[in-house]
């Protein structure tokens, strides 16, 4: 299950993408229009910052803003920043999961694999951009 914390980051970032010919963007404005707490927006950003996906500046005129093209982000590029382990969908497959002494004998790890597989194939064919086409983000619900 994708976190609220991976939600709203994608929330965020296309508020930003639909707001990057501008400069930078203020977090609180992006707060006011996604209503969402400057205090969880707080834990968010800076997982966003040290990604790459963003970048901001303090004081007068600061803010953040893409720092790549819409196009070029992913859905998965974000989700793998907010929920951490690779999007693993068993213990055993996550990033720092030490080796599995029953994988040799693990009937069901090509299934989790296979599943894995599919959820990142889906979500790296989802763009920043994909999301801004339409004003109700076309079928995808976040």
Request: charged share 30%; net charge neutral; with cysteine.
């Amino acid at each position: 299950m994708i976190s609220t914390r991976g939600r709203y980051a994608i929330r965020v970032l296309v508020d930003l993408a639909e707001r990057r010919n501008g400069g930078y963007v203020p977090m609180k404005d992006v707060a006011g229009r996604q209503e969402l707490s400057l205090k969880y927006m707080e834990q968010i950003l800076p997982l966003l910052v040290r990604s790459g996906l963003i970048e901001g500046i303090h004081g007068k005129g600061g803010g953040y803003r893409l720092r790549r093209e819409p196009e070029d982000i992913s859905v998965w590029d974000v989700l793998t920043v907010t929920e951490g382990g690779g999007m693993a969908p068993v213990a055993c497959l996550a990033e720092d999961a030490p080796a599995c002494g029953r994988r040799g004998e693990c009937r069901t790890i090509a299934m989790w694999e296979g599943y894995r597989r599919l959820t990142e194939d889906y979500f790296r064919g989802i763009s920043l951009a994909d999301l801004m086409r339409t004003e109700d983000g076309g079928s995808y619900v976040i």
